[in-house]
């Protein structure tokens, strides 16, 4: 008989590609992790890695046995999900990744409605990029995620996880006032609304961006280059109120999403709306979506969303 721990190790193999990723995400030592994956063969009967050096990958029957472990992990969660709601009354830990800005906008409120229902429930918050969370979710570190993407930067599909949408947002390049308005007279020579051609005005000024690996940097980066130019950038923050507050001392520009620019107006900021948009999901585990604190999480999650953001089905 296979054991399911072993099957999530090798999912894990075939996701994170070594066997020192896999130890590192699951608190494991590379030793333990190998002389599971040694069981694991045993049990199968089958060789399911082939080791070159000190890499190995996965024989075409253990990339089989991966897609029986998903179905296998979205059965257990399915079955975990229908224990919750026989046990009636939700409680115990629920742990929730998000990134700032959402955490800031959109998180309070939803806590706070799920406390008012489900007062034995026991939310936890973790920052965590969405970049990152595909991870933690398959790793067991959470529960439930909200995650982003971008025009230029689609999420991938990731196997093992679910995703439902929750709001659509507005971009916004972000310039010091004294340089926005000959920038915008620049722009304003392009034959109507022209993304590439406000992005390119600012093609000589220094950018802010976020740090390298996430997909905000990523967002930035290839908005730049569709237009015609690679960016040259001076700071690298990940706080967008932090990057108002640079883009104001004259320190460059920004492409910023509606939610990071929320609060009194800056007279030191100009902002000019751009085509692009930032889209966030809710993210779970795959057969997680009837379990009942992933649900009313969910259902806290919209009512919370602020109505000045699109919903995922209007026209925008």
Do not use: K
């Amino acid at each position: 008989m296979l054991d399911v721990r072993r099957l999530r190790l090798l999912r894990e193999l075939a996701r994170r590609g070594t066997i020192a990723a896999v130890a590192e995400a699951l608190a494991f030592s590379p030793s333990a992790v190998s002389q599971q994956l040694a069981v694991l063969e045993r049990e199968a009967g089958l060789p399911l890695l082939e080791r070159t050096g000190r890499r190995v990958r996965l024989t075409p029957t253990g990339q089989n046995l991966v897609r029986h472990a998903e179905a296998v992990l979205e059965r257990l969660e399915q079955a975990d999900a229908d224990l919750a709601e026989a046990r009636g009354g939700l409680a115990g830990a629920l742990r929730i990744g998000a990134f700032p800005t959402a955490i800031r906008a959109i998180v309070p409120a939803a806590l706070v409605a799920l406390a008012r229902r489900h007062p034995g429930l026991e939310p936890m918050v973790s920052e965590t990029d969405p970049a990152a969370v595909a991870h933690a979710l398959r790793a067991g570190d959470l529960d439930v995620a909200l995650i982003h993407e971008y025009d230029f930067v689609p999420a991938p599909q990731e196997p093992g996880l679910t995703t439902q949408p929750l709001y659509r947002e507005s971009m916004y390049l972000a310039a010091p006032a004294a340089a926005a308005a000959g920038a915008a007279a620049a722009a304003a020579t392009a034959p109507g609304p022209d993304q590439g051609a406000v992005l390119r005005a600012h093609a000589d000024a220094p950018w802010i961006t976020a740090t390298h690996g996430t997909l905000c940097h990523a967002m930035a980066l290839r908005a730049c280059q569709a237009a015609g130019f690679t960016p040259r950038i001076r700071h690298r923050v990940d706080e967008f109120p932090t990057v108002l507050a640079l883009v104001a001392a004259g320190q460059g520009v920004a492409v910023v999403p509606q939610l990071g620019v929320t609060g009194p107006a800056d007279p030191a900021v100009s902002l000019t709306r751009l085509l692009m948009e930032r889209r966030t999901q809710v993210a779970f585990r795959s057969g997680a979506a009837a379990h009942p604190a992933v649900a009313a999480f969910g259902a806290a999650l919209r009512a919370a969303v602020p109505p000045e953001l699109a919903t995922p089905n209007s026209s925008g």
